[in-house]
């Protein structure tokens, strides 16, 4: 059961950091000039779709939380509208923390929000996919001795890469070396992709090597 | 309580890093005197005639020689470029570049000559053009009058010009505008920051170069290129760039050398070298082999031809140009002139007599330099400089006795010629001797006492560290602290002796450090000699010390070092305004983070837990806001040209729209009126603003009128400039009366709180005597006594805190009021006063800052003690790392949010005249107005520190009246910071570890900048960037720990109050 279980995870994580690398290669053969660095706007917005879409197919597919209840259509509705409003607030949340980091305010505003919405694709959707809207199982999860299942445990290592990455991002942003890279938010949001990915990677590895110590609580 | 061992182990500990500081800046920090004096025409140091010459018409020192000069400087022209080998087959792309210069010198030898022009370190170009321009050595600093400009206070070369009616023409690097202000007949700056631009100095020249030659309205013109230095910095030598750049200068050189007139001296300088990788600022031979080409269209030199190029220091310039066009030499130069210039036409008698009277004036100014310098300081060695003098004399001597010859007529012998020869040699070899005496005291670092300052620096830190473990545990302080201040004073006394005996003089520093490491080495001995029990503290420790330990210190420790890596590089620290607050808000996060982690937030089955939660929360959100508002007041650097120094900085006076200026006026004395209403509002909700004591009274009544000496202050200052000629006098009159004022009630303030610093309130004797029962019928004459009876009178306030706060009834006995916060209390109003006092000196809209300020750091000891309490620390005497660190980082966040940065032309010297309209009589009051507006949140930080461990006492009491009723009675009674006097053994270790992990913290940053300084002393920047650093990091560091000793000794002075207090109410 459980390594099957852990067969899917590394299934879905491998399509995800596939998704990922298509972004930096498919584009260019439609777009003209198209960079990563030279047009980081528009790699932004393609990545944040890109990941959006490819967490939601796989978990329309994988479905790792089943529930046993039947759901009626409207029930599914409310929820599919109250994700989106989490993933909107969650959006503006990180702009302000990222502003209070010491992001400028006025200026670059667009590039500020679309990192943002980058965070918030790494993070909150994953969540929201896994957990649903629903911000009691959010903390739970979030703690010590709180993940139930592996998905729990994946969620929780690819949101914290994903925001240590961001994080470490900042640092050679004061740096005087004059490389494009440099520039605000290219670094932060490389450093969030690429902790993204790392943290995909580790997630399946870290879990099989614990799979003895790892136990869960049933719900 | 043990007060006196307390406060003695931490000035120890202090002292420890002060003799570091001392020692390491003696190695690292050379210093230079500067003088101000300048030499005239009218000096009596002029060459006495000899036969044949009578004054010259316009003579100044010697006859002026050469009527006008091009002085070309190419940045970075390394001597391998101007060298030209036709022997090379295969020549590197900068290599045979500058051949027009070769086939001049191989054409006309006697017009025109290359030499090696050697740099004195730092060879970074704003100290080579001092070095060329005032013939000294510049160091890092020359203590001078001025330290808000760049411009070069000493006398030098242009000066000299243009006070003996020279025109002076200069075009490009604009670094040449801020060292020379105003002193050019005309002048083309171009930008010279860009290091990537290759080309818009250059070319700007190149348009203005040779119509200027040719118009002729010049004496002395100066063009300073920049391209090839630029190409070396992003390129590097070898690189074709380089290669098409020196191309370039080459066809400049022919060009010009065609527009020049036959009587015009041409001087091609580089000002340094470069590396392989095209950097320079160290002094590695590559970097101060620099080139010097010397061209005139009439014979200059001798028909020798020496086989390899002479090497000339890059101080000879100065003389040999200010006696070539008839100017006197600067006064602060010890550069010798080159003496083939001087020779002329002629034969080699009066050739060599010539340059004897050149040499003569060089003399006799580097002679009296070294007197005045002497005089005014005692840096250079006093044996030396005997020695010299005998040298100067004899040489004068036979000089006088020559010429008395010469006098006498009569052809020149081959005996005369031979003595004449030998005296130049004297002259030169007393010149050289000279300036290696120079050389040696101000231009070198000493890398040893470089190395023992920083290990002592780092010893100290380990120290702390250790100390402040062990002081939670059993701390006899006779072990810990006499018998190492034993070993100290042993070990100075020892190496005092030493020095004696050795017939050296005495250096205080030295010996100080001799001291201070040797009751290090007592302490460890005796930390080693006999590990005390852990019998107390074995109980409260956590179950696994190792992993205990390991999470406690993980985030402030990582923190930390974040921030002590960033100061090796000079990005960073340019930056570091921004790194302090970035590193702050991480650390707050995590600590959240954390909690919610842990499960300790959102214990979702208690509600009130919920609320608690939420509180947190909402600090955090206040605490990142703060952060983030307070980057509104900063300050730029010259390192990043794009920053927009922020408008609040600008006193009020200078806005120009009168509604502007209104509205910020009302908004700082909103904001100043805000700051005394916080006080009084959270004294009245501890109850520590009842009573008629005296600090109470100033308080109600000083604080308001603090306030408004301070409006009224900037009110006046701000419309100073409006004001008729009529008001001029009481402008004047207030200008000075206000401040005064402020400053004197300040210190009233001050002093109160040290004279009675106790804000307890006890309204009635007989009541409150009736209202402690105590179990004794005598008077309690033990300290044991006295601790049952403390928790009493407590209670009693606790319950008539509460009664009032109901509004209920009053028939409740009360016994004292704001007994639970009287620790902090007087802290607060202390804090409170600095904080007008230090504003005061700041410009108007800082007092923003200010309330920014105080609001952060109440926010993040009001985080810290929620923090504390939902982790559920067992342990409420120690105040943990993260604090300690957040509260360190604050104190560093807010030096640069107030509007400071750690260099020389950022410091407000306005400061120094807040109260002081018409100037000092001493250096000692300014210095200390700037000193304490420079420092500012290190002091308020360093003072408040103590709130650290009071604070989470404090927040026991209960925040609303309402949340009390709700409680039971019954449940023990909050007791707050009458719980620290309980345990006075433990709540004097609980001072003593606070004080010295803040120790250890600041500690730890300031070997970090020491480290810096010491490992990149060769980097480009360490003029720039690390010296100063490490200068405001150190100077800092002094003031910090001098100000927590302050803070603590007030709150050990509140203790010894209140005992009395204690004890006075004994014999009711």
Not at chain 1, 29 to 39: A, H, P, Y
Not at chain 2, 79 to 89: I, L, T
Not at chain 2, 632 to 645: A, K, M, N
Request: glycine share 8%; aromatic share 10%.
């Amino acid at each position: 059961m459980k390594d099957t279980e852990i067969k899917r995870l590394l299934f879905a994580h491998i399509v995800c950091v596939f998704s990922i690398i298509l972004t930096t290669i498919v584009p260019p053969l439609f777009l003209e000039n198209f960079s990563v660095l030279g047009t980081h706007l528009i790699w932004l917005c393609i990545c944040s779709i890109c990941v959006t879409t490819v967490n939601i197919i796989l978990y329309i597919i994988l479905k790792p939380n089943p529930s046993s209840k039947r759901i009626s259509l409207a029930h599914k509705i409310t929820k599919f509208l109250k994700c989106c409003v989490f993933f909107f607030i969650s959006c503006i949340l990180f702009h302000g923390i990222i502003v209070l980091y010491g992001a400028p305010l006025i200026e670059s505003v667009l590039e500020t929000f679309l990192f943002a919405v980058l965070l918030s694709t790494f993070t909150t959707l994953h969540c929201l996919c896994i957990l649903g809207p629903n911000i009691q199982a959010w903390i739970r999860v979030f703690s010590k001795n709180g993940a139930m299942s592996i998905w729990d445990n994946s969620l929780q290592i690819t949101t914290m890469c994903s925001i240590v990455g961001a994080w470490f991002g900042a640092f050679p942003i004061p740096l005087d070396w004059d490389r494009p890279w440099q520039i605000w938010p290219i670094s932060c949001s490389l450093g969030a992709t690429f902790g993204y990915v790392a943290g995909l990677i580790i997630a399946p590895l870290w879990i099989y090597w614990n799979r003895k110590q790892l136990t869960y609580k049933s719900r | 309580m043990q007060r006196w061992p307390v406060l003695l182990f931490l000035a120890w500990a202090g002292s420890l890093f002060f003799c570091g500081i001392g020692l390491f800046t003696s190695g690292f920090l050379l210093m230079r005197i500067e003088l101000t004096n300048r030499s005239s025409c009218a000096d009596p140091l002029g060459a006495p005639a000899w036969a044949g010459q009578g004054p010259a018409p316009g003579a100044c020192w010697l006859p002026r020689r050469v009527p006008k000069a091009v002085l070309l400087i190419i940045d970075a022209l390394t001597f391998d470029f101007a060298r030209f080998d036709p022997a090379k087959d295969r020549p590197r792309p900068y290599e045979n570049k500058l051949g027009f210069l070769h086939q001049l010198s191989s054409s006309q030898p006697r017009h025109a000559r290359l030499y090696r022009f050697r740099a004195d370190p730092p060879t970074t170009t704003m100290q080579r053009i001092k070095g060329i321009t005032t013939g000294s050595l510049p160091t890092f600093i020359d203590v001078g009058s001025n330290f808000a400009s760049y411009a070069i206070q000493e006398d030098n070369l242009l000066s000299q010009l243009v006070q003996n009616g020279r025109r002076v023409v200069f075009m490009g690097d604009d670094t040449w505008d801020g060292l020379f202000p105003q002193k050019f007949f005309r002048s083309y700056f171009f930008p010279s920051f860009n290091v990537k631009d290759l080309h818009t100095v250059d070319d700007g020249i190149l348009q203005h170069l040779y119509p200027t030659v040719d118009g002729g309205e010049w004496d002395l013109l100066i063009a300073h290129f920049l391209g090839v230095d630029h190409c070396g910095h992003k390129h590097g030598p070898d690189h074709p760039e380089m290669a098409k750049k020196l191309t370039q200068m080459n066809e400049m050189l022919r060009s010009l050398v065609d527009h020049l007139g036959n009587d015009t001296l041409l001087l091609v300088a580089g000002d340094h070298g470069m590396t392989e990788t095209g950097d320079h600022g160290g002094d590695s031979e590559k970097e101060v082999n620099a080139a010097l080409f010397v061209y005139s269209k009439r014979p200059l030199f001798g028909a020798r031809l020496p086989e390899e190029p002479e090497t000339v220091p890059q101080v000879n310039l100065v003389p040999t140009l200010a006696l070539l066009l008839g100017v006197p030499i600067p006064y602060s130069s010890i550069g010798e002139v080159m003496a083939e210039l001087f020779s002329g036409d002629g034969d080699a008698a009066s050739a060599a007599l010539r340059q004897l009277s050149a040499y003569h004036v060089n003399a006799r100014q580097v002679d009296r330099f070294l007197h005045s310098y002497s005089l005014a300081a005692q840096d250079l060695p006093a044996p030396r400089l005997r020695h010299l003098r005998g040298l100067f004399s004899a040489a004068v001597e036979e000089h006088a006795q020559l010429l008395g010859r010469v006098r006498e007529g009569g052809p020149p012998s081959p005996e005369l010629q031979a003595r004449l020869g030998r005296l130049v040699g004297r002259f030169q070899h007393y010149l050289r001797e000279a300036r290696a005496v120079c050389m040696e005291s101000w231009a070198r670092f000493h890398p040893l006492r470089m190395v023992a300052g920083c290990a002592l620096i780092a010893a100290s830190c380990l120290l702390c560290c250790l100390a402040s473990e062990l002081a939670a545990l059993d701390f006899p302080y006779r072990r810990r602290l006499l018998y190492p201040l034993l070993w100290g004073l042993a070990g100075a006394a020892l190496l005092g002796l030493g020095h004696l005996l050795a017939r050296e003089g005495l250096d205080l520093l030295l010996v100080a450090s001799g001291g201070a490491a040797a009751s290090q080495l007592g302490f460890f001995w005796h930390l080693g000699g006999r590990r005390p029990l852990p019998a107390r503290g074995a109980g409260v420790r956590p179950p696994g010390p190792s992993a205990g330990l390991w999470q406690r210190l993980a985030l402030p420790m990582g923190a930390l070092l974040l921030r002590c890596g960033a100061m090796f590089s000079d990005s960073f620290v340019v930056a570091e305004a921004r790194v302090a607050p970035f590193l702050l808000a991480s650390l707050a996060v995590l600590l959240v983070g954390r909690l919610l982690w842990r499960g300790q937030l959102a214990a979702l089955e208690a509600p009130r837990q919920h609320k608690k939660s939420w509180q947190v929360l909402c600090l955090l959100a206040a605490l990142l806001a703060c952060l983030r508002l307070s980057s509104l007041f900063h300050q730029c650097r010259e390192e990043t040209p794009l920053c927009q120094p922020s408008p609040l900085l600008a006193p009020l006076a200078g806005l120009p729209s009168a509604q502007a200026k209104n509205l910020s006026y009302l908004l700082c004395v909103a904001s100043l009126a805000g700051l005394v209403y916080a006080l009084r509002r959270w004294l009245r909700h501890c109850g520590n603003l009842n009573g008629s004591g005296p600090l109470v009274l100033f308080v109600r009544w000083a604080f308001p009128l603090l306030a408004l000496c301070v409006a009224c202050y900037w009110a006046v200052a701000s419309g100073a400039e409006d004001t008729l000629g009529k008001l001029q006098e009481p402008v004047q009159a207030a200008l000075e009366g206000f401040p005064r004022a402020a400053y004197g009630l300040a210190c009233l303030g001050l002093l109160l709180a040290l004279w009675e610093p106790l804000t307890v309130f006890v309204p009635d004797g007989r009541e409150a005597a009736g209202a402690i029962v105590t179990p004794y019928q005598r008077a309690p004459s033990s300290q044991a006594d006295l601790l049952h009876v403390i928790p009493q009178i407590y209670r009693r306030m606790q319950e008539s805190l509460k009664s009032q706060l109901d509004g209920g009834e009053r028939g409740a006995p009360v016994a004292a009021y704001g007994l639970g916060s009287v620790y902090s209390a007087a802290l607060l109003v202390v804090l409170t006063l600095l904080g007008f006092l230090l504003l005061l000196l700041h410009s108007e809209r800082l007092s923003l800052a200010f309330l920014l300020l105080f609001l952060e750091a109440f926010v993040l000891l009001r985080l810290h003690a929620w923090v504390g309490r939902l982790a559920g620390d067992a342990e409420p005497f120690v105040v943990p790392w993260d604090a300690v660190t957040s509260w360190a980082l604050a104190a560093t966040q807010f030096f640069y949010s107030t509007g400071h940065q750690p260099v020389f032309p950022a410091i407000h010297w306005n400061a120094a005249f807040v109260g002081f309209q018409q100037g000092h009589s001493s250096h000692l009051v300014p210095a200390l107005l700037v000193g304490a507006n420079t420092f500012t949140s290190y002091i308020l930080f360093a003072v408040g520190c103590p709130l650290l461990l009071l604070w989470p006492f404090v927040c026991e009491a209960p925040s609303s009246p309402r949340r009390r009723l709700k409680e039971e009675l019954c449940e023990e009674e909050p007791m707050m910071e009458m719980r620290l006097r309980e345990s006075p053994e433990r709540f004097s270790a609980a001072l003593l570890q606070l004080g010295l992990k803040y120790l250890f913290v600041l500690g730890m940053q300031l070997l970090a900048c020491v480290g810096a300084a010491m490992v990149l002393r060769r980097h480009l920047m360490v003029w720039k960037v690390f010296a100063p650093k490490f200068l405001f990091e150190a100077l800092g560091f002094v003031v910090s720990s001098v100000c927590l000793l302050l803070g603590i000794s007030l709150v050990l002075r509140v203790d010894c109050a209140l005992s009395a207090w204690f004890q006075r109410l004994r014999p009711r």
